[in-house]
């Protein structure tokens, strides 16, 4: 495995363990764990010592980029400011949640962020292998702070407690989120890892209380001791690390084993943006996020991008999962979807090239309000969040189009509402067809339906029988229905289902050539 990724999955790895070990110190009010603690300390300042080493070698040869060092500079001071509380610890001047929220927020989470920005930085990784490595971290962060609350659950006899209790549910049900999108995301061969690997006494014992707790017992855990916990986790948290270990050797296999980043891997801005076509380039650059925008945000950003092939089927996200990577539509359709509590899906909106995906999720560091899968073969352009939101603070121009973003995502949102669930069926169709025939603009008479039927009448709020017979409508009024296209009995026919948001798209409206100038539905009274 690479040793950038080595000395920082050790970093990882120690300072999750150091900051379970503080928190039963504090918890048992300096009276268990105080050597142990110690030995942590020490542990992580010898890892921490290593990365500084490193980065005088990272600066010398140009391995990486001046913005990867620059977050790695921060980590490593941060690590100071944890070095720097740890007597404050020994004295019991932290409680167990100000410990959790310092060693998660200042060091650990940004440790995981610099760890997915390596294994971007070879821009030979599979984009889907190292989207389902940064959901393991994620899993492996919730699962350490499981162990360090339930020490201090156990410590303080707070699993008594119902809002301490829900707590620790919480925290288990993210963990199961974090699981369901690693297996959507991994390829076989790493859920192989992931089986081979996450077995035994510990992950037996502690799927048993997952279970437990998830059927809405109070539990008090009578039979183990915040000691017992605590090694119990770690065990766990131990075959966890060697899962991220075995993870990160599929990602790098082009990266040469002595320390020396490979050539591939270097991250220059003019190698990322070479892996977009022109052709591509000059898409992205038209859309409305990134128009006018100056040269050097545009290549700043793009030189982080992935730009993949996506199969129909493919998940990209579940609700609720963290807002990892902004995802915008080059070619093909996704649709954002919520599960329903009866099991079934609602169709919440249908997207397509130059669409960006639940955008403000990103933009505001929130988890993905909806699930997105591919609903047609597409093509999209990915970027890491950390990455977005970090170039959002620094230029105001691209927050500015944030703002213009979110504004009229928001209308769109509630014009296709009104387009698609206040009006009658016919009219939905109607307005349906004829946003394509403008999308399209290839052929002034033929539709290209773009994805199942039986998708297009969930997306219009329909059910699939009510769609059939609004479509009969349709026929009998002189349209051919065909599996994959519609065509227009005469060039026009649509042009009643027209509202002033389509006809904005329209070449003829304001035009003599305009059969509809007032963008009224009074010629379709007959469907």
Request: proline residues 3%.
């Amino acid at each position: 495995m690479n040793i950038t990724l080595t000395y920082l999955s050790n970093a990882l790895h120690d300072m999750q363990a150091e900051r379970g070990c503080a928190v039963l110190f504090v918890s048992s009010a300096g009276k268990l764990f105080k050597k142990e603690l110690q030995n942590s300390f020490e542990k992580s300042h010898v890892t921490f010592e290593k990365i500084r080493a490193e980065m005088k070698r990272w600066h010398e040869d140009h391995s990486f980029d001046d913005e990867f060092l620059h977050k790695m500079e921060i980590v490593l001071n941060n690590s100071k400011t944890v070095k720097s509380r740890r007597n404050k610890i020994l004295n019991l001047e932290f409680n167990a949640t100000e410990i959790i929220s310092g060693y998660s927020h200042n060091v650990i989470s940004p440790l995981m962020d610099i760890m997915v920005l390596v294994a971007l930085f070879n821009k030979d990784n599979d984009p889907g292998k190292v989207s389902a490595y940064s959901y393991f971290l994620q899993l492996k962060e919730k699962f350490g702070r499981e162990r360090a609350l339930g020490v201090r659950g156990l410590a303080t006899n707070s699993f008594a407690n119902q809002e301490f209790l829900d707590r620790f549910r919480f925290l288990i049900s993210e963990q199961d989120s974090f699981k369901r999108t690693f297996f959507a995301m991994a390829d076989n061969s790493q859920k192989r890892i992931y089986d081979a690997i996450m077995h035994g006494n510990a992950v037996r014992k502690l799927a048993d209380l997952h279970l437990n707790l998830k059927r809405g017992h109070k539990v008090t855990l009578p039979d183990i001791g915040p000691v017992d916990w605590f090694a119990l986790t770690s065990e766990k948290m131990n075959l966890m690390k060697k899962v991220e270990e075995k993870l990160a050797e599929t990602l790098l296999k082009n990266t040469l084993m002595n320390g020396n980043v490979s050539q591939a891997s270097q991250v220059t801005a003019k190698r990322a943006v070479e892996g977009i076509t022109s052709q591509q380039r000059d898409f992205i650059e038209d859309l409305p996020f990134f128009m006018n925008l100056p040269e050097d945000i545009v290549s700043g950003l793009l030189q982080h991008a992935q730009v993949r092939e996506y199969k129909k089927g493919k998940l990209l996200f579940l609700e609720g999962e963290v807002s990892s990577r902004l995802y915008i539509i080059l070619n093909g359709w996704v649709k954002l979807f919520k599960g329903t509590s009866s099991g079934n899906e609602t169709v919440l909106q249908m997207l397509t090239s130059g669409d960006m995906i639940a955008e403000s999720a990103v933009f505001l560091n929130a988890n993905y309000p909806v699930s997105a899968q591919v609903a047609k073969n597409a093509v999209i352009l990915t970027l890491p969040a950390p990455i977005i939101r970090e170039r959002i603070k620094q230029h105001n121009e691209l927050a500015l189009k944030v703002l213009d973003g979110i504004s009229k995502h928001s209308h769109n949102l509630i014009q296709e509402f009104e387009n698609i669930r206040l009006k009658p069926a016919t009219e939905r169709v109607g307005w349906f067809l004829l946003k394509l025939l403008l999308d399209q603009g290839k052929v002034p008479d033929l539709i290209e339906l773009p994805y199942d039927k039986s998708l297009i009448a969930s997306y219009l709020d329909m059910k699939p029988e009510t769609f059939s017979r609004t479509l009969k409508r349709f026929r009998d009024n002189g349209f051919e229905i065909n599996k994959s296209s519609v065509i227009l009995p005469r060039i026009g026919a649509l042009c009643g289902f027209c509202d002033h948001d389509l006809s904005a798209a329209c070449e003829k409206h304001g035009t003599p050539e305009c059969s509809n100038p007032d963008c009224s539905n009074e010629t379709i009274a007959d469907f």
